[in-house]
């Protein structure tokens, strides 16, 4: 059978609680043979009560009890078994009860009067019984559908991307209805079957071909078998106003009127939360494509600005060497050389940070980690930066018995140059730069404090993202926008982390505190 196949590929823990409404259907119709079989035994029952009660009643009163079985049947069984019953009472009580007894005929005419008021109220109230039986029905068939479709809603709400909507909605119509569903969408004009019943994995080129014309038309399709035993397509649009967002394809033998009119709310629901996911999704790519082409234009201006500044210095103090000769006295060519090897160096600094960002946005950065003593990584950042912090006071207050470090030694000295960097640009000469750490558990937190104007409390998160400057364009400094998101980039790699604070209690001065892994702690 269809139903008992399909009902078996559904994935089980999908499955939601009620019953298919197929199963209740064939549910029904099994019910129907069984209700004749029960109405029969029924009145064999009321027939055997009847016998026992006849030494307590009279006779004629003995109707009313076939006539409370006749409901009894109407009850359970519906209109069909009811008349059988009444016919059964009609028989039992004309063969038991009515002289002469154990016969069909009957002598006396009140008997006849009371055998055809019998049958007569027996049939009336057994056919009102069961109108009110199929009533009561139809209400529970509704209520079904509604809290099946309530939770298919509350299914696809909580579905976040288009992808997702789809699958949760073919897995619940999948589960509950017990037929088999495709859904279908247009992508760069071509149709695409985007999730499915497990029964519908291969292709249909027919099916595809027919979603697409009511994807077109907004209209539904319906697909005839093209033989007796496979069941045809009903193929409902999943429409948003005018437009026809997805197509639904159910693959069943027979849809009832009541199941389409399900199968119709399915697709209006569906095409709700389509609205909402195509929304999200194009904001989205909206969204990446200004982040995109920001980052691109802060890269290009970036680099016109931050390569060609030492340049242009370097280039100036190589020609001024190469073309003054001996009117510069050794100290004048000293300078204009430790100028070139300074910008010389700042370059390389520059590019150094455009390589880690590049890496740090592949994912790449993967610490080399090994046990490092930290004032020796410190030692060779201030090597490399030793102009730069020439005019500062560098102040180190860390513990006597310093723990090592389980980190990458060469990722650490690029993370202290960037923020010792950051420090001899922007705080006044002559102020001092304090490096502090301890221990805490099994991390060493390190704070580098400036007396320089400090962050802005609301920047303080941002200044770690990639090209941001507290003061955008800001020509004074040299600067790229990426020493603090690579810092961060290199922390994070080494599964710590990193923040701004103000050093004094005024809110000036900038303090960058970071946490690294102590080695040998198994962190
Ligand atoms: P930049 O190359 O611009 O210094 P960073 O990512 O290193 O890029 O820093 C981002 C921004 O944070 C800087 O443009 C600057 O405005 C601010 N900033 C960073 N460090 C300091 C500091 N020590 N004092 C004041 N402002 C700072």
Redesign the pocket.
């Known amino acids: 059978m269809l139903q008992d196949a399909v009902i078996s590929e559904v994935n089980p823990i999908n499955r939601p609680r009620q019953m298919p409404i197929f199963r209740l259907h064939r549910a029904r119709t099994h019910a129907g043979s069984r209700s004749y079989l029960g109405a029969c035994l029924v009145m064999v029952m009321v027939t055997f009560a009847a016998r026992v009660l006849e030494a307590t009643l009279p006779v004629g009163e003995l109707t009313l009890v076939f006539m409370a079985g006749v409901v009894v049947v109407a009850s359970f069984g519906g209109p069909g078994p009811s008349i059988l019953a009444s016919f059964a009472g009609f028989a039992a009580y004309n063969y038991f009860f009515t002289e002469p007894r154990f016969t069909f005929r009957v002598l006396q005419e009140a008997d006849l009067v009371t055998l055809g008021l019998f049958l007569l109220a027996s049939i009336v109230t057994g056919s009102l019984a069961a109108r009110l039986r199929t009533r009561a029905m139809a209400l529970r068939g509704s209520v079904e559908r509604i809290t099946i479709l309530h939770e298919f809603a509350q299914q696809i709400a909580r579905a976040p991307s288009s992808q997702a909507v789809a699958h949760a909605a073919v897995d619940h119509v999948t589960a509950t209805m017990g037929v088999e569903v495709a859904l279908f969408r247009t992508f760069a004009d071509a149709v695409e079957k985007i999730a499915y019943s497990p029964a519908l994995a291969v292709e249909n080129e027919g099916i595809k071909e027919a979603c697409g014309r009511t994807i077109a038309s907004g209209e539904p399709v319906i697909v005839a078998s093209n033989s007796a035993i496979s069941p045809e397509w009903l193929i409902l649009p999943v429409r948003a106003g005018e437009e026809t967002l997805a197509a639904l394809g159910i693959r069943s033998r027979a849809i009832e009127r009541d199941d389409r009119r399900l199968l119709e709310a399915f697709a209006s629901q569906l095409a709700l939360a389509f609205e909402r996911t195509d929304l999200t999704e194009t904001l989205e790519a909206a969204r990446l494509a200004t982040e995109t082409e920001k980052l691109r234009s802060a890269l290009l201006s970036s680099v016109s600005h931050d390569l060609r500044t030492p340049l242009v210095s370097i280039i100036g103090a190589a020609s001024t060497l190469a073309e003054g000769g001996d009117r510069y006295t050794e100290p004048m060519r000293q300078d204009l050389a430790e100028t070139i090897r300074e910008e010389g160096e700042r370059l390389d600094r520059y590019v150094q940070n455009l390589l880690d960002m590049t890496r740090l946005s592949h994912g790449a950065l993967r610490p080399r980690c090994v046990a490092s003593d930290l004032l020796e990584i410190i030692g060779n950042a201030r090597r490399r930066l030793r102009s730069n912090l020439a005019p500062y006071k560098i102040v180190l207050s860390l513990p006597d018995s310093m723990p090592l470090i389980d980190v990458d030694p060469i990722l650490i000295e690029q993370l202290l140059v960037?923020?010792l960097?950051?420090?001899a640009?922007?705080?006044p000469d002559n102020s001092e730069i304090l490096l502090s750490g301890h221990a805490e558990s099994t991390w060493l937190k390190l704070a580098i404090s400036?007396q320089?104007?400090?962050?802005p409390a609301q920047?303080r998160s941002d200044?770690?993202e990639m090209f941001?400057?507290?003061?955008a364009g800001?020509t004074q400094?040299?600067?790229?926008?990426?020493?603090?998101?690579i810092?961060r980039g290199i922390v994070d790699a080494h599964g710590g982390d990193i923040y701004v604070q103000a050093t004094n209690p005024d809110e000036s001065g900038?303090t960058?505190v970071f946490r690294l892994p102590i080695a040998g702690q198994g962190v």
């Open positions: 960037n923020v960097d950051n420090a640009k922007y705080a400036d320089g104007p400090g962050i920047a200044v770690f941001y400057r507290v003061t800001d400094r040299a600067g790229t926008g990426l020493g603090l998101a810092a900038t960058i």
